[in-house]
């Protein structure tokens, strides 16, 4: 099965402590994948590195077959836009602009990818985020509108790969659950790959694969949930 994520030998230290150490790690096209561990375990440094936010020190990170440790800055960011979609845990969604510019900024900061209002108009209905909801500030949302707006604006380019940290973690149940659900949803209808980040492994039933990010710097095969 081809593989959207391939890591051999990566390792990565900050001030020479090492934070995050892989031997070879794949992710399948289509597959999604919990990821969890303890906080400190170096979830989110693993995260920046798949985005290209981070280069490693060794090793080799290819996304879509696409090296990124060759990459210039400008090239991953670049690659970052129009390749990959992320949701933040704190969403970081910009305060002064409305929920629609919020969302378009993925279409801005990948200009060779035209807007594609039609696919726009079906994921803002899948949603819910309804046209009264588009020209208020961000500042003016629920947690539950802020999760949407940015799951819509990660979606928007239709990244072939989808990654997603802690994003449920100010959540009670019910929203969590609700959340997931549609993030899945509309992931489905694009095909993406999906790498997860969370603490809460009671998340798992929800995904294809489970692993402990301290097991990748084993085998680092993932197991079935």
């Known amino acids: ?91 970081n969604l910009l305060p002064y602009l409305s929920v629609r510019e919020n969302i378009e900024l993925a279409a801005y900061f990948s200009p060779a990818t035209p807007l594609d209002q039609t696919w726009l108009d079906h994921i803002l209905q899948r949603l819910e985020l309804t046209n009264d909801l588009l020209n208020r500030k961000a500042t003016g949302l629920s947690v539950g509108q802020q999760q949407r707006v940015a799951v819509a604006r990660a979606l928007l380019n239709r990244p072939e790969l989808l990654i997603a940290d802690e994003p449920t973690s100010a959540l009670d149940t019910e929203l969590r659950d609700n959340f997931l659900h549609l993030l899945l949803g509309c992931v ?26 301290r097991e990748l710097a084993g085998a680092g095969e993932a197991s079935p949930c």
Not at 1 to 14: G, K, P, R
Not at 19 to 34: L, S
Not at 189 to 206: M, N, P, Q
């Open 188 to 213: 489905e209808e694009t095909g993406a790959s999906v790498i997860f980040v969370s603490h809460d492994r009671t998340l798992k039933d929800y995904f294809d694969l489970q692993l402990d990010l």
């Open 1 to 91: 099965m081809q593989s959207v994520v391939a890591l051999d030998n990566v390792s990565f230290a900050w001030e020479q402590l090492p934070i995050v150490t892989i031997r070879h790690w794949r992710v399948a096209r289509g597959q999604k994948v919990f990821l969890y561990g303890p906080s400190g375990s170096g979830k989110s440094t693993l995260l920046n590195l798949l985005s290209g936010i981070l280069r490693p020190q060794s090793g080799s990170i290819r996304v879509l077959d696409q090296d990124l440790t060759k990459m210039q800055a400008w090239a991953r960011d670049r690659f970052r836009a129009r390749h990959i979609g992320m949701v933040f845990q704190q969403f």
